[in-house]
């Protein structure tokens, strides 16, 4: 098998569970772990960190629409292996980590699971935790200003 696993739903979920973890107990919605996922990986762009931690490619921001699947299939693995707690409110369904993920993370003792914790921090501190439309707002408007730069020169 010569699958690999950057770019992949389990090293989405990995990033989910670090995430989650640093938040706990607090529960995010499937919006809010897309678009903090999302920010914290290319914490530069958003005036957050030095560096992004998967580059510079000029097509970055496209990968947001086409990490929302990834993200939904990485969530449900999560929960389906008991790593991440599914929760019922009246506005949708909310994510939090579970004992059992907690464990997972404690194994995470690298680099880059260190720079991804520095960068979601970032992230909250910028977008008062994890305000999902103020998030969805700069992503488009990063979006939109790459797009420009990279299509229309």
Request: charged share 25%.
């Amino acid at each position: 098998m010569s699958e690999s696993a950057l770019g992949s739903v389990f090293e989405i979920s990995l990033r989910i569970l670090l995430m989650l973890k640093e938040l706990f107990p607090s529960k995010l919605d499937e919006q809010q772990v897309s678009a903090l996922d999302f920010i914290s990986v290319y914490a530069s762009d958003f005036g957050l960190l030095d560096e992004n931690l998967h580059g510079y490619g000029d097509y970055r921001f496209s990968e947001y629409p086409a990490r929302k699947h990834m993200v939904d299939s990485a969530l449900k693995n999560l929960v389906l292996d008991g790593y991440v707690r599914l929760s019922p409110t009246p506005t949708g369904y909310r994510y939090s980590i579970t004992e059992l993920g907690m464990a997972v993370c404690k194994q995470f003792d690298n680099d880059y699971a260190k720079e991804y914790i520095i960068a979601t921090h970032a992230v909250l501190s910028k977008f008062n935790g994890a305000n999902a439309k103020a998030m969805l707002k700069e992503i488009n408007k990063l979006t939109v200003q790459s797009l420009k730069e990279v299509g229309h020169e």
